[in-house]
Every structure is written in C-alpha cells, then in structure tokens.
Nanobody
Framework: QVRMVESGGGLVQPGGSLRPSCAAS????????MAWYRQAPGKWRELVAD????????NYADSVKGRFTISIDNAKNTMYLQMNSLKPEDTAVYYC??????????WGLGTQVTVSK
C-alpha cells in the first residue's frame, strides 16, 4: 500500500491563498496519475485536479480552473495544490490520492481548508 499524508490546510479569508501538501509513503512516480479531491459537509467527495506523473499534464475541475495549480516536487516526493483567490465554497476537507483508485491507495485523513471572514 501507498499511504498519503495531507497537510497545510487552515483558515483563510476570501481572496486568500493556501498550499496544501501531500507526502506519500512510496514513490509518487510509481503511480501513473495523482489527484487532489475535496469533500464539503453534506456533499460527495469530488475531484479537484489531477496530474500525470510522467508528463506533468494537468486537469482541473471547472470550479477551480485558473485559481488552483497542482504540482509535484521530484526531490521531495511531495505533491502540492496551490490555491489562490479562495472562495467560501472552496471550504472542504482536501485529500490526495491516486487518480485511478484501488486497494493499494487507502484514503488519508485529509486537511481542512476553511474560507471565511
């Protein structure tokens, strides 16, 4: 199994920025594609952004396009989600995981992001 540990969430005002991190117990580059997901209270978990580890190709949900950037730091084996121009509707628990899920990739605890005045 490859375990993911998310960190870097917090409380921020609308218009602010955060950069959650994702550390994996194994090499991120052993996974074809990685992703960030989020789950707001009372809602289903949704895909926010994904990245193909070999090519760096990225995709974003329409709701975050132009505001969020997914990236991987090779040397640190860590994935990031730079979140700018945050809105109250971005409030959720953010999780990292493989894009194509299976039993090798259990969910971590996530990191809470709260956007509020």
């Amino acid at each position: 199994q490859v375990r993911m540990v998310e960190s870097g969430g917090g409380l921020v005002q609308p218009g602010g920025s955060l950069r959650p991190s994702c550390a994996a117990s194994g090499s991120i580059f052993s996974i074809n594609a990685m992703a960030w997901y989020r789950q707001a209270p009372g809602k289903w978990r949704e895909l926010v952004a994904d990245i193909t580890t070999s090519s760096g190709r990225t995709n974003y949900a329409d709701s975050v396009k132009g505001r969020f950037t997914i990236s991987i730091d090779n040397a640190k084996n860590t994935m990031y989600l730079q979140m700018n121009s945050l809105k109250p509707e971005d409030t959720a628990v953010y999780y990292c995981n493989a894009l194509f899920l299976d039993t090798r990739f259990p969910w971590g605890l996530g990191t809470q992001v709260t956007v509020s005045k």
